[in-house]
């Protein structure tokens, strides 16, 4: 007796399979992109306060952070944080199950990287 595959699930197999190998190159690529950018962020970060600091120094430059508006900014900046994450994980509720494939390689590719 042999028992046939359904039809359904040989597609469904191809999506998962599929979404996971594009998964793993997106994550992988991705990782590696993300720490050439930060390693070149850091960088430019690093001189920039090394240069306020001995500018600080001499006399030339002085800082004062007005508070209030740093505050308004930040919490202008994280409402429109939760906004977006609402939207994107609205997104990933409407694509189902198709996802699947495509973030668990995702996953496995940026830890990979």
Known sequence: MSQSIPSWSSSLLVDLGTGGIVGFAVGYALKKILKLLLLVAGTVLLILTATIEYLQGKGIVTIQVNHDV????ISSASAW???????????????????????????????KG
């Open 70 to 73: 740093l505050n308004a900014w």
């Open 81 to 111: 944080g939760m906004n977006q994450l609402t939207v994107v994980t609205g997104w990933v509720f409407q694509l189902g199950a198709g996802l699947t494939g495509l973030t668990g390689g995702f996953a496995i590719g940026f830890y």
